[in-house]
């Protein structure tokens, strides 16, 4: 299911903007800059963290959203964390076919009307999702990937397995102290994506 044929049939959890709205203040890079610095000096991530999860606790709540289908059995091993997961409401439904296979992935649909785009939110693959990943990638139409993530979790590595049947075209490496952005076109049946990986 695309994101636009995602948003037509499910209009009705976007009916009560008040609800879902969410209030973003917009600073600038150094303020930004700023206030990372002193919650890294502070070590407040975890307070953080868990007004975030207050807040979307509250929420879920509100809205009555469930996630019975992430907490399956079957699709528990699909999860990177036990705490962040698709809505049944809102989820990303692969296509199985008439396989058993369960369609679940861990990806849910963002639709920003004042950006005029669509996006999926995504947990990195695990080497037992990547095909799912990928997949997803395909159905979806997807023409840009991002992620945000370190090279290294809990002392585990992190890993994005890509099919043997993609030809890379294109792939550029910048670093930037901090950080550093890989950027790799390919094509996988004639559908190009980029993929760009910023590590922290």
Not at 51 to 67: F, G
């Amino acid at each position: 299911m695309t994101a636009a044929k995602y948003r037509e049939e499910n209009e009705c959890l976007y009916d009560n903007e008040e609800l879902i709205e969410v209030n973003i203040e917009t600073i600038a890079m150094e303020q930004f800059v700023e206030m990372y610095n002193e919650i890294e000096d502070n070590h407040s991530w975890n307070s953080i963290y868990q007004e975030i999860d207050k807040q979307s606790c509250k929420q879920e709540r509100k809205l009555k959203l469930t996630t019975k289908i992430a907490h399956s059995w079957e699709n528990a091993e699909r999860n990177r964390y036990r705490n962040v997961l698709a809505y049944d409401t809102s989820r990303v439904v692969l296509k199985r076919g008439n396989s058993k296979e369960s369609d679940y992935i861990n990806a849910s649909p963002l639709m920003v009307p004042a950006a005029k785009r669509n996006y999926i939110l995504t947990q990195g693959p695990l080497s037992t999702t990547s095909n799912d990943f990928w997949q997803m990638v395909w159905e979806q139409n997807s023409t840009l990937i991002i992620m945000l993530n370190r090279l290294v979790e809990k002392g585990l590595p992190k890993y994005v397995i890509f099919p043997l049947i993609m030809l890379c075209q294109v792939f550029n490496f910048k670093n930037w102290g901090d950080f550093f952005l890989i950027t790799l076109a390919f094509t996988l049946d004639g559908h190009q994506v980029e993929y760009c990986r910023i590590n922290l």
